[in-house]
């Protein structure tokens, strides 16, 4: 829309965090937050302050010696929940009502954060510093135990069950999704330590279906503080796992006794949390990891950006591709973005290629297996039948659910890209 000089704008409330010459800011109740220059943030506060539209623009140019283009910067504004404007002054009832203003479509819905009845005090009791320190003290033991004994550690075989298939599937699967809930539980109230909102959801990684918390609200507070809610998914998990590694070490010198099923779940158990430790290196796509090294260069957006510069780079070659203008980026984050780019690729070639060469095979494998048992019919075998039926179940449809949600987003990206090409 067109704003006149006599425009009052109303602002939303909003928090902000410096860095450098640019700063972010956002709604934590709408989850939106967006990265400003300085003087972008000067003039959003002379709005704020009361000034009308054209009052606001003079002030920026008596600071800075140039006019701002108001309708494309309000407007961007407008269509992300910052801002709205209000009738203009000299207008007939004279000074504006915020009870007339117009909400635009495109304002954000507030967030509904999950577990919001977890007290701020509670979450930070359990993610203080004697408890992080207890985490550090556990993981360096369960490595001291590693490094005297090597053996201790599970190998693929712990998830190999060849008795009772189906009660241990249905444990060891019971047990991962338990896994889940609580790394991802430790992101939130991890979170909820430092003020943040967050929200559980369920997403993908290429294919891999994944949990997620959704923790936008980081963005509002200074950087250094971020760590903690970042990385504590990665801290339970290897807590948990090294717990684990001292009871099995415990019991291989002989000073614990486990009953023989615990013997055959534990290490299964060990192993869950290992490679879920190993996913969260994958910083090709996602991963805590990622995140981690994306706040440490700083980089607002590092997967984005790097896809971009990506499509730039391989532009000339395919004609579909859109150039994206990555000149704002500052020259120290496009140094990271150059770097990263190479990891993008290579990791991508990576999981491509067990995709095709390991998970495909062995689902193939798994799918003749299963085939020719059930085939066989109830009546052959009926506790083999009922295993086959539960291994079905157990791992097609989370790779089933994965896929598609990736092939999802494969296609929304193409129709993004099919609807920005020029002519």
Same mark, same amino acid.
């Given at each position: ?18 860095? !450098? ?27 704020? &302050?009361?000034?009308?539209? !054209? ?20 407007? /961007? ?19 504006? %009502?915020?009870?007339? &203003? ?71 699967? &019971?047990?991962?999704? @338990? ?36 923790? %936008? ?72 990891? /990622? ?49 990263? %780019? ?10 491509? @290629? ?16 299963? @085939? ?19 291994? &079905? ?19 929304? %990206? ?10």
């Amino acid at each position: 829309m067109s704003y006149t000089p006599q425009t009052l704008i109303e602002v939303f409330p909003f928090v902000r965090q410096i860095d !450098g010459e640019e700063a972010v800011i956002g709604r934590p109740e709408t989850a939106v937050f967006l990265v400003l220059p300085k003087e972008g943030l000067e003039l959003l506060d002379d709005l704020a &302050a009361g000034k009308t539209v !054209g009052a606001a623009q003079a002030l920026f140019h008596d600071r800075h010696g140039e006019l701002p283009d108001m309708d494309e910067f309000l407007g /961007y504004l407008e269509s992300k929940g910052i801002v709205r404007p209000l009738s203009a002054l000299g207008q007939e009832g004279g000074a504006p %009502s915020p009870g007339t &203003a117009t909400v635009p479509a495109s304002t954000p819905a507030r967030v509904r954060y999950h577990f919001a009845g977890i007290a701020e005090s509670t979450a930070q009791r359990i993610f203080s510093r004697p408890f992080v320190s207890a985490c550090c003290v556990v993981i360096a033991l369960g490595c001291a135990a590693v490094a005297l004994d090597r053996h201790v550690l599970p190998g693929w075989r712990a998830l190999f069950f060849t008795r009772n298939l189906t009660l241990m599937s249905l444990l060891t699967m &019971a047990f991962y999704y @338990s896994v889940l809930f609580i790394h991802e539980m430790a992101h939130l109230l991890a979170a909820r330590a430092i003020g943040v909102g967050s929200r559980l959801g369920i997403s993908h990684r290429l294919w891999t279906l994944v949990a997620e918390t959704d923790m %936008s609200g980081l963005w509002g507070v200074p950087r250094q503080r971020r760590y903690l809610p970042l990385l504590a998914g990665p801290l339970i998990d290897a807590t948990s796992a090294a717990l684990l590694i001292l009871v099995l070490f415990s019991q291989r010198r002989g000073w614990l006794a486990i009953p023989s099923g615990a013997i055959r779940l534990l290490p299964a158990m060990l192993l869950v949390y290992l490679l879920s430790l190993l996913w969260q290196c994958f910083f090709f796509v996602r991963t805590d990891f /990622y995140f981690v090294i994306a706040n440490f260069f700083n980089c607002k957006n590092l997967m984005g950006d790097t896809e971009a510069y990506l499509r730039n780079r391989f532009a000339p070659m395919l004609p579909f591709l859109r150039r994206t203008d990555l000149a704002h980026i500052p020259a120290r984050e496009m140094r990271v973005i150059r770097a990263y %780019s190479l990891v993008w690729i290579g990791g991508r070639l990576a999981a491509f @290629s067990a995709l095709i060469f390991i998970h495909i095979p062995l689902v193939l494998g798994y799918f003749g297996l299963v @085939s020719s048992t059930l085939a066989a019919g109830y009546g052959m075998n009926a506790r083999a039948y009922l295993d086959a039926l539960v291994m &079905a179940t157990l791992s097609v449809l989370p790779l089933l659910a994965g896929f598609w949600l990736w092939l999802r987003s494969l296609a929304r %990206s193409w129709s993004a890209l099919a609807r920005s090409a020029p002519g």
